[in-house]
């Protein structure tokens, strides 16, 4: 099943914190982050696997509550270079790798 | 560094026809994914080749098909192509399936008319 998102978007000032949250009816092994400029492939930002580790990109963090099925995305100390749709994606376990992406974020960062 | 490269960039096919879509992979990356995506969505997984075999599957109908070659470029494989099959398709690479960094490709227009 596809990850909800929310929020569907968020609008920021130069300098604000944002929180984009992700979350799955299904036991989850990995959650993926990217981000897409339009017109633009999505760029990897992060991975965070079952059981803790985090892979990371700087400046941008996150967390994954396994209970619960879901990750969040922090973005503190936002940059106009932060503007762009936010997509989790995420992976279940068992030998079908499908990564199966939310519908997105759009995130707008106004000087 | 090169990155992904997908070609062609854009494409415009009409209805019935078939359509092949490339992709190179980083260098040193042995899986390459397959994704759709359409305006508004997020990128709809389609295939990840590992070592040039399937080893994920998403739920596209048989139309679609894909191979990896020897060298770890890919083909994405549309058949009997559909005005619903008008989207942008991703090519992504990673060192390793499932669970690692992926990276994307510029991607391919395809529009069906």
């Known amino acids: 099943q596809q990850p909800v998102q929310s929020p569907q978007a968020v609008i920021l000032r130069e300098g604000e914190d944002a929180v984009i949250n992700c979350s799955s009816s299904?036991?989850?092994?990995?959650v993926h982050w990217y981000r897409q400029k339009h017109g633009e492939a999505p760029v990897f930002l992060m991975i965070l696997l079952k059981g803790g580790e985090q892979k990371g990109h700087e400046k941008i963090s996150a967390s994954f509550n396994e209970k619960k099925q879901q990750s969040s995305l922090y973005l503190t100390a936002s940059q106009l270079s932060y503007s762009g749709t936010y997509f989790c994606?995420?992976?279940?376990?068992?030998?079908?790798?499908?990564?199966?992406f939310g519908k997105g974020t759009l995130l707008t960062v106004n000087p | 560094d090169a990155g992904v490269t997908q070609s062609p960039t854009h494409l415009i096919k009409t209805r019935g026809q078939h359509v092949t879509l490339r992709c190179s992979p980083i260098s040193g990356h042995k899986s390459v994914s397959w994704y759709q995506q359409v305006l508004g969505q997020g990128p709809q997984f389609i295939f990840q080749?590992?070592?040039?075999?399937?080893?994920g599957r998403g739920n596209f109908p048989d139309r679609f098909s894909a191979r990896q070659f020897p060298n770890y470029s890919s083909e994405l494989n549309v058949n009997a192509l559909l005005l619903g099959d008008s989207a942008l398709y991703l090519c992504a690479s990673s060192l390793g399936m499932g669970a690692s960094e992926q990276y994307f490709g510029p991607g391919t227009r395809l529009t069906v008319t």
């Open positions: 299904k036991a989850l092994y990995s």
């Open positions: 080749y590992y070592e040039k075999e399937e080893r």
């Open positions: 994606g995420t992976l279940g376990g068992g030998s079908n790798y499908k990564l199966t």
